[in-house]
């Protein structure tokens, strides 16, 4: 079985960016989509982004024009570059990949925009 672990998570001031990492143990070509969910704290897992085989990609609105998703297959990773980052975007952030019927998670990074 696959797993996902991220990284690249920490503290933050408003205004600045993180790039989070999440690997792959196994090969990340059949995931399809890739995605970021982000859970802030008394509130529901909500998508972020995702990213499809083709390099197609969807955004929640709150990141727009902010957040970038992307894959590499070869390193079997998907990053998540947050920029211009605010403190409602503090949560802690997880990796998904959907396979077949399944979803796979990893245990998640916190990010924390604070001044």
Request: proline content about 3%.
């Amino acid at each position: 079985q696959v797993q996902f672990v991220e990284s690249g998570g920490g503290l933050v001031q408003p205004g600045g960016s993180l790039r989070l990492s999440c690997t792959a143990s196994g090969s990340l070509f059949s995931f399809n989509p890739m995605g970021w969910y982000r859970q802030a704290p008394g509130k529901q897992r909500e998508l972020v982004a995702q990213i499809t085989t083709g390099d197609h990609t969807n955004y929640a609105d709150s990141v727009k024009g902010r957040f970038t998703i992307s894959r590499d297959n070869t390193e079997n990773t998907v990053y998540l570059l947050m920029n211009s980052l605010k403190p409602e975007d503090t949560a802690v952030y997880y990796c998904n990949g959907h396979l077949g019927l399944a979803d796979y998670w990893g245990q998640g990074t916190q990010v924390t925009v604070s001044s």
